[in-house]
């Protein structure tokens, strides 16, 4: 999803700062990693909770060595895994069961499968997947944006995301989920283009001069 000329009109026009940051960076070259499954795209955002993105990928590789395919996430062959197994390729116990779910619910066909993806509204698939034990929305905002492509997704509990507004709009605090969705409102319908600029911001603006950043009391 390369930054449209549309998306990026839209969000320079009337937003100076974001304008600014535009500039700086230039266009963004961005293409949603396809998955062949949900419960695929689903696993590797789970595994890559609070990692980087080298221990997710060291912990992904070392799992699928374990799967009879040595290297497509299946579910039914995830099933077969014993925890231990799951543990020693280095996943938490609460991340371990929540892939054990995510396999079960897509071998019982309970997990939505691609037309019904595509019919449904970003809301509609997070309300939907959330009810899976250990999966909250900031996951599913991942997939969104970066499996799925969708274009108006801001993941405003995002800590990057909101490092990257306080960068770009020179403020001393963090922006609470509520400020950030209450500005990105302006963002329409391209909040997930902003989103991706706000990620990039974190390394190309410093802080002001004497400011820390810190979160907000309350």
């Known amino acids: 999803m390369e930054s449209s000329a549309s998306a990026i009109s839209h969000l320079r026009k009337g937003d100076k700062h974001m304008a600014g940051l535009i500039k700086r960076i230039g266009p963004l070259n961005f293409i949603p990693a396809k998955e ?3 419960f695929a795209a689903l696993t590797k955002s789970v595994i890559g909770q609070l990692l980087s993105r080298s221990a997710a ?10 799967l009879p395919s040595g ?18 390729a280095g996943l938490s116990a609460a991340k371990a069961a929540t892939i054990r779910e995510l396999a079960r619910k897509a071998v019982e066909g309970l997990l939505p499968g691609a037309a019904r993806i595509e019919a449904m509204t970003d809301e ?3 309300q939907e997947i959330v009810t899976i034990k250990g999966i909250g929305r ?7 944006i970066f499996t799925l492509g969708r274009e108006d997704v801001l993941p405003a509990g995002d800590l990057g995301v ?6 770009t709009y020179r403020q001393a605090t963090l922006p609470t989920p509520g400020e950030l969705l209450a500005h990105g409102e302006k ?18 603006t410093e802080p002001a001069p004497g400011v820390k950043l810190v979160k907000k009391a309350g």
């Open 187 to 204: 963002w329409r319908p391209y909040r997930t283009t902003a989103t991706l600029y706000l990620y990039e911001a974190v390394h190309v």
């Open 124 to 126: 509609e698939i997070i």
């Open 162 to 167: 909101r490092k990257g507004f306080a960068l």
């Open 71 to 88: 290297h497509v996430l299946n579910p039914a062959e995830v099933l077969t895994l014993p925890e231990s197994v799951l543990r020693s």
């Open 57 to 66: 990928r060291a912990i992904l590789a070392r799992l699928t060595e374990q």
């Open 36 to 38: 062949r499954t949900l």
């Open 138 to 144: 900031w996951t599913v905002e991942m997939l969104l």
